[in-house]
């Protein structure tokens, strides 16, 4: 059996000469020996490997399809060529091939299909339980759960609906083989994935020390010294890389930066574009990449760990990441067959906010939950998630999370039938498990304190990691910045290059696409909008001066409206961003938002903006009713209701020349939206927002 392994081994690798690494055949000997497995293994090692060869060796011996759940379908491209190579029949059921799931049914129905493979939200779905898995759950011959540290709520990456998996187990046969796989987990993941698989679970762990691998970590508190010193620092490093940031914001904008300064660069996030779209975007990435095509792919953690390069010359992380084990997991990325290869991290005064933030937002709150259930019990046929919107404040993000977290529960107290929420029995006894969150959210924030004190220590960099992923042998690397008694790579850049990067960042405005569509719900009934927004009523594309709190302007921007006063600095910001936008057409006069709150700042600088023009300001927008704080709002349709007869605009029907709509910050856009169509309504030509700063992190 062995030999048979082997062959298969060198099949999917493509290689004649290759051997099993140590513990990769004992692991497949004990799936085919009926056993439960936890494989803990950095990055690399090969697990999928493992199961692979012994879905196909299973089914050589007569056993059912393997089910394999896995959060990384999308990067798993690799290891399904090397499955292909073996003669695995491999399929996956996700969102984005509903048109092949009947096909994939069939031949589940006639055994020929070796191994299937599904996202663990697909196990929410009644459909995929009727029409797939109750015929699938009898007959599986082996169940393979990757990235298992997600099924741990003190892992990492914990996600609600890997709780679904632990409901699953009992109904699987006695005697199944079931592996759950992970690059990183410290003692107490593993235990807690031990528990949840049940009595029986064999341990495979190997060691963390990344042998080819320069750790170092830098503080650089201002964004424009980062991005000058990536300029400076990255043609010097061997091969190719990836840069590691917080948001898709900052993917784009480093990006950009580094083209500018001639690195060929590229942007990699989850929202590139919709469905396969996106995705053979992200293909194409990847593969410029993996043949050194680029420079550095600048990413997300959407590149994530199905990724594979072994002679990746570098990660370097541009902000702080969330925890040892995501900076382990990223890191550990470069240097797999390459004899050297640099680990660097960066520091900046933005990454308390960020991690605080994604903490913050992890679970949904107890009102929530409460509001939800309320909801449904007033409507016991049933609403989908966008009529629900209609009489709860809550974000369309913030309901989706809040669902998938309810129904993957046990007991849960709602469940989904095909677009309709409903309750169930359990509602009525239904109550959050406040202090598991609590725990879990105090977990988080010790795993940030963590990667403060890796960020300050004084000792062996790798070590430190090792400890803190309870290596059973920690040893100093001898190879890291503070190994070697200095720094790898030089810890400051050229004064010059740090201000031509302010001032790429204060030249980095952020285009405001037109709305197309209002919410449903004839939630601007008072002026008859609903539907499509008609071509003749729609705002132009608009401009946010910066971002607010961000580098380039942000900070000052936050700061001076706080302050009640706007500088003179501001104003000529914002006359070299309309020298450069050059708005069609050329607006004739300029408007504001007006506030009852806080009339004056933008006003005054609307008044400013028009004379450094040479315009009319023209303050016919006119605020008659004093409705609650938009940022109280939070979906479309309870923006739209709070805004419904709010405004009004105080111009005879007529034809008027284009115009600038001044304020001061923007979230999702439907007060500027609302006021360009009472504008164009009346007879202005062109409406062209323009707004100080963008203000929608974890907005709609």
Not at 376 to 396: C, D, F, K, W
Not at 419 to 439: C, F, G, I, N
Not at 604 to 614: C, G, H, I
């Amino acid at each position: 059996m062995r030999n048979r392994a082997l062959s298969l081994l060198r099949l999917g690798l493509n290689r004649p000469d290759a051997e099993f690494r140590d513990g990769q055949w004992e692991s497949i000997a004990q799936l085919l020996s009926g056993g439960r497995l936890l494989v803990v293994q950095r990055t690399g090692w090969g697990k999928s490997i493992v199961y692979f060869i012994a879905a196909k060796l299973l089914r050589e011996q007569g056993r059912g399809p393997a089910l394999l759940i896995s959060p990384l379908l999308s990067l798993m491209r690799n290891q399904l060529e090397a499955a292909q190579r073996m003669g695995v029949l491999a399929r996956t059921i996700n969102s984005s091939n509903v048109e092949s799931w009947p096909a994939i049914r069939q031949e589940l129905l006639a055994n020929q299909i070796d191994i299937l493979l599904i996202s663990p939200e697909r196990l929410a779905n009644e459909t995929f339980h009727l029409e797939v898995l109750g015929s699938l759950a009898s007959r599986i011959g082996l169940f393979v759960i990757d990235e298992a540290h997600c099924i741990s709520d003190g892992g990492h990456d914990f996600r609600p609906d890997y709780r679904r998996i632990s409901h699953l187990l009992p109904q699987l046969p006695q005697g199944l083989p079931i592996l759950a796989t992970t690059a990183t987990a410290n003692d107490r993941v593993v235990n807690d994935i031990i528990e949840q698989l049940g009595q029986g679970v064999k341990v495979v762990r190997g060691p963390l020390v990344r042998e080819s691998l320069s750790l170092q970590n830098l503080r650089l508190d201002q964004q424009s010294e980062r991005l000058a010193w990536l300029a400076e620092q990255l043609p010097q490093l061997p091969g190719s890389g990836i840069i590691y940031v917080l948001t898709r914001r900052d993917a784009e904008r480093v990006a950009e930066w580094l083209r500018q300064n001639q690195i060929h660069a590229e942007a990699y996030h989850a929202d590139l574009g919709d469905g396969d779209d996106g995705n053979e975007i992200r293909i194409k990435l990847e593969q410029k990449l993996l043949h050194n095509e680029i420079k550095a792919l600048v990413a997300t953690v959407a590149l994530g760990m199905g990724f594979d390069k072994p002679d990746l010359g570098f990660v370097i992380h541009f902000q702080r990441p969330a925890s040892v084990v995501h900076y382990y997991q990223q890191v550990g990325r470069a240097g797999r067959a390459v004899d050297s290869a640099f680990g660097i991290m960066l520091c900046g005064a933005e990454d308390e906010s960020i991690s605080n933030y994604f903490i913050a937002s992890a679970f949904p709150p107890q009102h929530h939950v409460k509001a939800i259930l309320e909801h449904l019990r007033q409507h016991p046929e049933g609403l989908s998630a966008v009529e629900m919107q209609r009489g709860l404040n809550i974000t369309y993000g913030q309901l989706q999370k809040a669902l998938r977290y309810l129904s993957s529960d046990s007991p849960s107290p709602i469940r989904q039938l095909k677009s309709k929420w409903l309750l169930t029995a359990a509602a009525a006894t239904y109550r959050m498990d406040e202090e598991k969150v609590r725990q879990i959210t105090a977990l988080r924030q010790e795993e940030q304190a963590e990667m403060r004190r890796y960020m300050q220590h004084s000792g062996c960099l790798m070590e430190f990691l090792e400890h803190s992923l309870d290596d059973p042998a920690p040893r100093p690397c001898g190879k890291c910045a503070n190994c070697q008694g200095h720094a790898l790579l030089p810890t400051e850049c050229r004064p010059e290059l740090v201000r031509q990067a302010q001032q790429f960042l204060r030249g980095s405005s952020q285009a405001l696409p037109p709305r197309l569509q209002w919410p449903p719900y004839q939630a601007l009934g008072s002026y008859g909008f609903r539907g499509k927004i008609k071509e003749e009523l729609r705002a132009g594309e608009g401009r946010a001066l910066c971002i607010w709190r961000d580098g380039g302007w942000g900070q000052q921007v936050a700061q001076e409206q706080a302050d009640g006063h706007f500088s003179e600095a501001v104003l000529e910001a914002l006359v070299q961003l309309l020298v450069e936008w050059h708005p069609n057409p050329a607006p004739g006069c300029v408007c504001c938002v007006p506030s009852l709150r806080k009339p004056y700042p933008i006003m005054d600088l609307a008044m400013l903006l028009a004379q450094r023009l040479d315009l009319p300001f023209i303050p016919c927008i006119r605020k008659v009713k004093d409705n609650q704080p938009q940022r109280l709002q939070f979906n479309s349709v309870q923006r739209c209701r709070n805004l419904d007869g709010a405004f009004q605009v105080d111009l005879q029907r007529g034809s008027y020349a284009a115009c600038l709509l001044l304020d001061d910050s923007v979230e999702t856009g439907w007060t500027l939206t609302l006021l360009a169509a009472l504008l164009r309504q009346v007879g202005v030509q062109a409406v062209h927002p323009l707004v100080l700063a963008l203000n929608n992190l974890g907005q709609e």
